[in-house]
Every structure is written in C-alpha cells, then in structure tokens.
C-alpha cells in the first residue's frame, strides 16, 4: 500500500485528530475504546479522512494501545503518540480482538469483527454477507451503479452475470436485478451428485482462498454451460485478496467457451490482480 499507514491510540476522536493532523503522506486510523465512538466521533473521523477501529466491549485506553500496537506490529504500520507500553495479551486464530469500521462509497459504513485468520497472522476485519439481507442491497446498488458510471452495462460490455458461491451470491442478485437480467451463473464449490455427468460433465477448476483452509474446487454445473458459451461476463465477487478465486474463475470461464470482459467486486484487500477490467468500491486496512 503506497505511504503505509500511521495508527494512533487515542483516548477520543478529537485526540486522535489533533495527533494525526500532521500525517499527510499516508492513510490515517484512530483506535479508539468503544465507548468513545459515538455518532458525533463518527463524524468527526469521517471528515477529516481518519479511519476507525475500536475495542471491544469494556475496552479502555490501555485496550486501545494494545490493539494499535498488535496491529501495527502485525502489518508494518507507523505507531503514532504511542504513549506508555500496553500490557501484553494473547491472542489465538478466531479471537475477535476489536471492530473496525469499513465504509464503502460515500453513503454506506459497517462495523466489521477484527479476528486472526487460523493458520496465518494476517488479521483481517471479516466482511461476511451471509445473512445480511440490507447490506446486501446495499452494497449490490452501489456496485450497480459504480458498473454504470464506468460503462458497464449489459447489452455493451457484457451478457451474463457470474458469482461464485456462497457469500457473493446474495448480492450478486441484486445486481442482476439491477441489470434487469433474470439468469445468472453460480459456480460451485464442489461437484454435486445431482450434475448430469453426460453428454458433458462438470468443469472443474482449482482455486487458492486466504479465507478457506487448503485448496478448493470452482464447478461449472454443465446444465448451466448453455447460458456461457460465446458470452460475455461480468464476474461479480464480495471479497478479493489474492486474487486466487477470480483468476481460477477466468480460467474456468474461458474453457467453457466464455470471455470474461469485466470483474467487479465489494471490497479489494490484496494487490490488484490482473483481470479484466477491474471494478471495486472499498480498498479498506483490513
């Protein structure tokens, strides 16, 4: 990320303005015990550009100081006004350990779990849209219209709409709705007994998830083949991170005959990945 990040632990959201003024040459978050984010907080940071994370519940100055610093030591970010050491604390993969707020666009801000991926130290703040019938309105109409505003529309750039499931598909309806299409593709995670195995069988494609334990299989369900071949897609995701799961779905894609014209997803959290026409709403820290 170019410029990095500088992180403070502040005891309010005035605080952290008045430490983070200075810092012009890189992105700029406040910790802030969750008892000081209120409304007016919110507010505040959001205009003066400073992200936010929080404690947990109960959490105070001393939480918030531990938090920067985990993180901070974590992802190689700048400590600013660090103030006296925090207390050690342990944290295992899973643990919540704080919130941090993710705004996408202009209108639309949620609290998101911040928690250590099993398996690695990356922290992440989950952004999980299982369940999440208003968010996923939400972030599928702003999508729609980030799509539009950059002259994506169907009929021009593409035919059909792809997702691959689960947390994308939710939202990806919505955006086929937008579109005023009807059909979409959802590739699956694994093969189905119920897949016709003739008089063609299931595409298979293998993909690499930072979110998902080991190796995982993208399925073409061949009774879906018919809406893909010799079309043009729009492939629509929630998350992308290494960008693993959208390159296997090109490729699976392409040896269904399809062509991929543009890719869009909610959040970006990893290096841009060399796809067709990348469209994104939120770049966020975590």
Known sequence: MPGGVALAACESADVALEILGGV??????????????????????????????TTLDGGGLDAARWLAGELAANAGWMEVGAGPPAATRAAAPGDVIGWYELRIGATLATDRPITRLHGSDRYIASFNLLGQGRLNQACGDLLYR?????????????DVIVCAESKAVGMAQVVVECFGQDRYVVLRKGMKNYMPRRPREPLVEQAVSITTAGSQSLVLDPVDWPLLEGRRVLLVDDVIATGGTVR????????????????????????TPDVPRLVTLARPLL
């Open 24 to 53: 012009t040459d890189r992105r700029r978050a406040a910790v802030l015990p969750r008892t000081a984010l209120d409304d007016q907080a919110r507010v505040l940071l959001r205009g003066a550009d400073v992200e936010c994370i």
């Open 146 to 158: 980030r799509l539009v505003d950059d002259g994506i529309a169907a009929g021009e750039a593409f």
């Open 248 to 271: 296997a779905a090109c490729r699976l894609l392409e040896r269904a005959g399809a062509q991929v014209t543009a890719t869009a997803a909610v959040l970006l959290k990893g290096p």
